[in-house]
């Protein structure tokens, strides 16, 4: 406490984790790969079956950890789909994709509602809603 | 550098007499600016380092080994945060 009250009177200088250098390196797989992880814990999750017997400790094990998957990948997606939005995609890019916004927006909710519902065709929309924005991610890198 | 290190958390870094190995906290020079990186190997005269948050960091896998010149110091002390 008194170490850190002293070292917070020292003069000081801001140091950089992140480079702040444009340095061109997006990718959308990262954000499909949890996006499609979401999807395959959701068909996991349908697919359990409930013990016939008393052991219920195995299937409570293995659907606490397919939710637990399920929930990071899901967090996991939406801050990768962040970077892209804020980071690598610029005005010119939404002169020719006028519903870049939207896809996005669309594609943060539907990370958030797989969160909170077991629901196949949900995790086959974020699915869809990521693969779209990696087209337009690898057209905009072609042009 | 994440989760060692947050956004506005102070670390104390030590600048002189420096041996430095691998696993220590360096403060470098990178296009005119101090950047914070974990030291990852060691070879003669420059270091490569590594962010703990490999997915999002820019490091020596991008940039290259940075020259040991470069170093300004290690880190010997992070302040917690609240």
């Given at each position: 406490m008194i170490l850190a009250t002293m070292i917070k009177l020292l003069p000081s200088k801001p140091v950089y984790a992140h480079c702040d250098?444009?340095?061109?390196?997006?990718?959308?797989?990262?954000?499909?790969?949890?996006?499609?992880?979401?999807?395959?814990?959701?068909?996991k999750l349908k697919e359990l079956q409930k013990p016939e017997d008393d052991d219920w400790m195995e299937y409570k094990n293995s659907m606490t950890r397919m939710?637990?998957?399920?929930?990071?990948?899901?967090?996991k997606c939406k801050e990768e789909l962040l970077i892209l939005w804020t980071d690598y995609f610029k005005s010119e890019?939404?002169?020719?994709?006028?519903?870049?916004?939207?896809?996005?927006?669309?594609?943060?909710?539907?990370?958030?509602?797989?969160?909170?519902h077991v629901d196949e065709e949900m995790a086959n929309q974020l699915v869809t809603a990521v693969d779209s924005i990696a087209d337009i991610f690898t057209a905009t890198k072609k042009a | 550098?994440?989760?060692?290190?947050?956004?506005?958390?102070?670390?104390?870094?030590?600048?002189?007499f420096n041996t430095y190995k691998v696993g220590d906290i360096v403060v470098f020079q990178k296009n005119g600016k101090n950047t914070i990186k974990r030291i990852q190997?060691?070879?003669?005269?420059?270091?490569?380092?590594?962010?703990?948050?490999?997915?999002?960091?820019?490091?020596?896998?991008?940039?290259?080994?940075?020259d040991?010149?470069?170093v300004v110091g290690k880190v010997i002390y992070i302040v917690r945060t609240k």
């Open positions: 250098v444009p340095c061109g390196i997006y990718d959308p797989r990262s954000a499909q790969i949890a996006a499609a992880t979401v999807l395959k814990m959701v068909q939710i637990l998957t399920k929930e990071e990948h899901a967090q890019h939404l002169k020719k994709y006028p519903e870049l916004h939207d896809t996005f927006w669309k594609a943060a909710k539907l990370c958030s509602q797989n969160k909170q | 550098m994440f989760p060692t290190l947050k956004p506005k958390q102070d670390v104390l870094v030590w600048c002189w190997y060691l070879h003669d005269r420059t270091v490569f380092v590594l962010g703990d948050n490999p997915g999002e960091s820019t490091d020596s896998r991008h940039f290259g080994e940075v040991i010149k470069d």
